[in-house]
C-alpha cells in the first residue's frame, strides 16, 4: 500500500499524518478540511468561534451548540466535577489572566486571582440535552477546551480514516499521537513513540513507548511557562488556588485506546504527590500512565513494564 505523509501548522502546533491507502493524498486534505473546521469552533482564540458564542452569553442565555460540541463539554464536565483532580474546563478565566504560553504571559496580583476564583466551578455549567444548550450561570464565566480538544480531534480524525479503509496510520497534533494498526516500515511492526524527557531540550527521549492501534498523550510543566526572579510559573493551574500546580510531578503520559482519554487523564493527574498520583491512575479504568518526577524518577502504573530504555504495556506489545 502507498504511503502517504506530510506536516503542517494548526492550533498553534505541527500536525503529522502518515497513512497507507491508496487515496492517501484525498484523505489528507479531508482531514485538513476536518481539523480547520474544529479549530474555527472549538477554539477561545478566535473570537467569533461557536464556543466563544457560549462564552460572551455568560450569565445571559443558555446557547445552543452542535452536538459534537455539546458533546466534548458533556465529558469534559464530568471529569471537572470531581473534586480529587485539577481538570476544570471553567478555567478560561485563568488562563487568560496568566496568559502562560503568550508572549504577554504575566503573574497577576492576589487580588486579581481573588476576583477569578469565583469564576472557575464547572458546577455553574448547565447543559440540556433536549437542545444542546451551553449556559454559563455567572457573567464572566468562560470554557477552555484547550486541555482535551485536540484528544478529540484526534480520536475523530481516526474514525474518519478508518471508515475510509485505512488500517495503517499516524496521526501526532502536536504530540497527541494516535495511531492505527501496526507500523509496517519498522521491524516490530509497532509505532515507536518517544516520550519527553520533561527535564532536557526539547526533543530529548527518556523512553520509548511501542503503540499498535492505541494513543500517548503527554503533559508536562515544561511545555509552556515563564521564568520571572528565578522563579518558574508553569501552565498547569489549580482553580483551587488559581496559581500553577504545587507538585512533585514534572510529565505525566497516558497510554489509552482513545486520545481523548489520554488528554484527561495527563491533566487529571497532576495531583501535588507523585504517589499519589500513581495510586489515583491505577483506579481509573482502560488507561496507563508514565509518570516522571521532577528528580527524573520514572514511576508506572501497574499494567506496565519499565526496561530502562522502552515501556512495554504488560503482554509487550500495545493496547
Known amino acids: 500500500m ?3 505523509q506530510t506536516r503542517f501548522q494548526m492550533m498553534g502546533t505541527f500536525i503529522d499524518l502518515v497513512i497507507y491507502h491508496q487515496d492517501g493524498e484525498q484523505l489528507i486534505k479531508d482531514v485538513y478540511n476536518q481539523l480547520d473546521q474544529y479549530a474555527r469552533r472549538f477554539t477561545v482564540n478566535q473570537p467569533h468561534s461557536e464556543l466563544m458564542d457560549v462564552n460572551y452569553n455568560a450569565g445571559i442565555a443558555p446557547i445552543i451548540v452542535q452536538p459534537d460540541l455539546f458533546h466534548l463539554i458533556k465529558i469534559a464536565k464530568a471529569i471537572s466535577v470531581e473534586p ?3 481538570f476544570n474546563i471553567a478555567i478560561g478565566p485563568l488562563v487568560k489572566m496568566w496568559r502562560i504560553g503568550f508572549n504577554n504571559a504575566r503573574i497577576p496580583t492576589p487580588e486579581e486571582i481573588d476576583q477569578k476564583l469565583s469564576l472557575v466551578d464547572p458546577k455553574n455549567i448547565f447543559l ?3 437542545d444542546c444548550s451551553v449556559y454559563l450561570s455567572q457573567a464572566n464565566m468562560e470554557i477552555d477546551l484547550g486541555a482535551i480538544a485536540k484528544g478529540y480531534f484526534a480520536d475523530e480524525v481516526k474514525k474518519k480514516l478508518m471508515n475510509a479503509g485505512v488500517k495503517q496510520g ?6 497527541n499521537v494516535l495511531t492505527i494498526g501496526y507500523a509496517p516500515d519498522n521491524p516490530n511492526q509497532a509505532w ?3 516520550i519527553q524527557n520533561p527535564l532536557a531540550q526539547r526533543g530529548s527521549v527518556i523512553r520509548v513507548m511501542p503503540l499498535t492501534g492505541s494513543s500517548m498523550v503527554t503533559s508536562g510543566i515544561n511545555e509552556r511557562f515563564i521564568d520571572v526572579n528565578g522563579a518558574r510559573y508553569h501552565h498547569l493551574l489549580d482553580t483551587q488556588t488559581g496559581r500553577p500546580i504545587s507538585t512533585d510531578i514534572a510529565s505525566i503520559t497516558i497510554v489509552s485506546t ?3 482519554a489520554g488528554e484527561i487523564w495527563s491533566t487529571a493527574g497532576f495531583l501535588s504527590d507523585i504517589r499519589d498520583a500513581i495510586f489515583y491512575l491505577n483506579q481509573q479504568a482502560d488507561i496507563e500512565a508514565i509518570v516522571i518526577s521532577k528528580h527524573g524518577k520514572i514511576y508506572v502504573t501497574d499494567g506496565l513494564i519499565d526496561d530502562g530504555s522502552h515501556i512495554f504495556l504488560m503482554n509487550k506489545t500495545a493496547a
Open 192 to 194: 515507536n513513540v518517544g
Open 128 to 130: 440540556n440535552e433536549s
Open 258 to 260: 482513545h486520545s481523548v
Open 84 to 86: 480529587k483532580n485539577p
Open 170 to 175: 499516524f496521526i501526532s497534533l502536536g504530540g
Open 2 to 4: 502507498k504511503k502517504y
